[in-house]
């Protein structure tokens, strides 16, 4: 049976752009209410105006997901202003590229600590007040087609994905009996500010009409497309939300035959 979405609050991090602000604008037309996150509140305060034209309550919070404190306060903020939180969708990241050999331990640290540990302080923080509370839940992390496969540079930010991938997949089995669901989501190149920044910040040397030039076009797709999946996964939970049947039968073949992942290697950079 289709879960109800209908007045539950979903927590989103990186709200304000891209994926995190299409998925903010999808839960809103089927009736949630939004604890918006993101460091930009410019246009954090654009997406949550969004919602609130469809009707919807929504909180705000600012900063940086590596800041001590912020995942709780993000959870505190649902709490008080919003009456609690059903669902929770760790989404805030960015990519990085460079070959593995010329990674600095700092970046490659920091890269863990926005797309892992963040994701995971927050998914792990609210499984356990929803466990406390005795409430039923839904807890997505925003992975990627890259956590099946990597990409030429792509090393540690499939890492990243890969890890979330993992960690969620334990989750899902051991929160079952609490009634919480657990997914990964797994866009593939997604028309966003991810190709528009130099690592975590936006960067307006970038051309946004080259910024994708070199991804076919099979691979790109618009960050509705993934959010209308995710409001898909809130009503009929999957462990895993893909937009590409393509991508994820390669990830499989791939995953079967490695050799394969040396020919994608050389055609998609
Ligand atoms: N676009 C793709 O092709 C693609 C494909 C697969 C997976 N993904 C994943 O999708 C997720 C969302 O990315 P997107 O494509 O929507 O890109 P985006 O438009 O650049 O959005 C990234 C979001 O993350 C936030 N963020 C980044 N670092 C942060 C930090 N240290 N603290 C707090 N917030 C931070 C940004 O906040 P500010 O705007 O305030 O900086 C922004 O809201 C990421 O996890 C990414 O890895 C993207």
Request: hydrophobic share 45%.
């Amino acid at each position: 049976m289709a879960r109800e979405l209908n007045n539950r609050t979903i927590v989103i991090t990186g709200g304000n752009s891209g994926i995190g602000a299409a998925t903010a604008v999808a839960c809103a037309r089927v009736g949630m209410d939004v604890l918006l996150h993101g460091r930009d509140e410019e246009r954090l305060a654009a997406v949550a105006e969004e919602v609130r034209q469809l009707g919807r309550r929504v909180a705000l919070v600012a900063g940086d997901v590596t800041e001590p404190g912020l995942n709780e306060r993000l959870l505190d903020v649902a709490e008080t202003e919003l009456g609690g939180f059903y669902a929770v969708f760790a989404n805030a990241g960015y990519g990085f590229k460079k070959p593995a050999h010329e990674l600095s331990m700092d970046e490659l640290r920091r890269l863990f600590e926005v797309n892992f540990f963040a994701c995971y302080e927050l998914v792990a923080t609210a499984a356990r007040r929803l466990i406390a509370t005795q409430r039923p839940g839904h807890l997505l992390m925003c992975s990627s087609g890259l956590a099946k496969f990597t990409l030429l540079n792509f090393s540690a930010y499939s890492a990243t994905k890969a890890a979330q991938n993992h960690v969620c997949r334990a989750m899902r089995w051991e929160l079952r009996r609490h009634d919480i669901e657990v997914a990964s989501v797994h866009p593939i190149t997604t028309r966003t500010d991810f190709f528009l920044r130099t690592g975590e910040e936006r960067d307006a040397s970038i051309d946004p009409a080259q910024a994708y030039r070199h991804v076919p076009r099979w691979l790109l797709q618009k960050p509705e497309t993934v959010a209308n999946a995710i409001v898909r996964c809130l009503r009929r939970p999957v462990p895993e939300v893909w937009t590409s049947l393509l991508a994820r039968t390669a990830a499989g073949l791939i995953t079967i035959f490695p050799r394969l992942a040396d020919v994608m290697g050389r055609r998609i950079r």
